[in-house]
C-alpha cells in the first residue's frame, strides 16, 4: 500500500509541488545571509533549501520513471543530515532560550518531514559507491565551509555553541552517509544475495 502510495502519479506530482514551494521559501529564509556572504561561497550556504532542491529533481525525473543517481545521491544524504540537523537546532534553541516561535516549530515539523521523506524513497534510488562518493565528498566539503569558514546559518543565541555544533555536524553528515549506504547501496546487494 505504501509503496502503491509513494510511485503514484498524483501523490509524486503533490509532493513536488510542495517541495518547491518548500525549497522556495527556505531560499527567502536564507536571504539576508545570502546578501552578505562572498560569492564564491553562495552555492554552499543555504543548506536545506539545496537538498530540497535535489529531491525536487529526482520527483520531476521519477514521474517520468528516470532516475538521477547523482542527485538522488545528494538528496538522501542531504535531506536526512539537513532535516535532523534544523530540528535539534530548533529543540536545542527551545531549551537555550526556554521558547520557540511558532516559525521554529514549523521549521522543525518541515525538517523531519524531510528527513523522512528521502529515505522513503530510498527504494527507488539507483545509487552506486560512485554516486555515494560523491554525495559524500560534497557534504563534507560543505561542513568545512560552514565551521571553518564560518558561513554556517545564524541561530541566535546558538552561535556561542558553534565549536560543539560544527563537531556534531560532522558526525552527523557521517550518520547520513552511512544510512544511505545501508539503505541503498547494501541493502540492494543483500537482495540480490538473498535471492
Known amino acids: ?3 502503491y502510495v509513494l510511485r503514484h502519479k498524483s501523490f509524486l506530482s503533490l509532493l513536488l509541488v ?3 514551494v518548500g525549497t522556495i521559501y527556505g531560499y ?3 536571504k539576508y545571509q545570502l546578501a552578505a ?3 564564491h561561497f ?3 550556504v543555504p543548506d536545506s533549501p539545496t537538498a530540497s532542491l535535489f529531491f525536487c529533481i529526482f520527483l520531476a525525473f521519477f514521474l517520468f520513471n528516470r532516475n538521477v543517481p547523482y542527485i538522488e545521491a545528494l538528496a538522501i544524504v542531504t535531506l536526512f543530515k539537513y532535516g535532523v540537523w534544523a530540528v535539534m537546532m530548533n ?3 527551545l531549551i537555550v532560550d526556554g521558547s520557540l516561535s511558532w516559525q521554529g516549530y514549523m521549521l522543525i ?3 523531519g518531514a524531510m528527513a523522512v521523506q528521502g529515505l522513503l524513497y530510498a527504494p527507488y534510488y539507483k545509487i552506486q559507491l560512485r554516486h555515494l562518493v560523491v554525495a ?5 566539503h560543505n561542513d568545512v565551509i560552514d565551521y571553518v569558514f564560518e558561513m554556517m546559518p545564524s541561530y541566535g543565541s546558538l552561535n556561542v555553541y558553534m565549536n560543539e555544533i560544527g563537531y556534531f555536524t560532522f558526525w552527523l553528515s557521517v550518520l547520513s552517509i552511512l544510512i544511505a549506504y545501508r539503505l541503498t547501496i547494501h541493502g540492494k546487494r543483500q537482495s540480490l544475495h538473498a535471492n
Open 1 to 3: 500500500m505504501i509503496a
Open 18 to 20: 510542495v517541495n518547491i
Open 28 to 30: 527567502w529564509w536564507y
Open 37 to 39: 556572504t562572498p560569492s
Open 42 to 44: 553562495l552555492l554552499f
Open 91 to 93: 529543540i536545542l534553541t
Open 109 to 111: 515539523a518541515s525538517h
Open 136 to 140: 559524500a565528498i560534497w557534504t563534507l
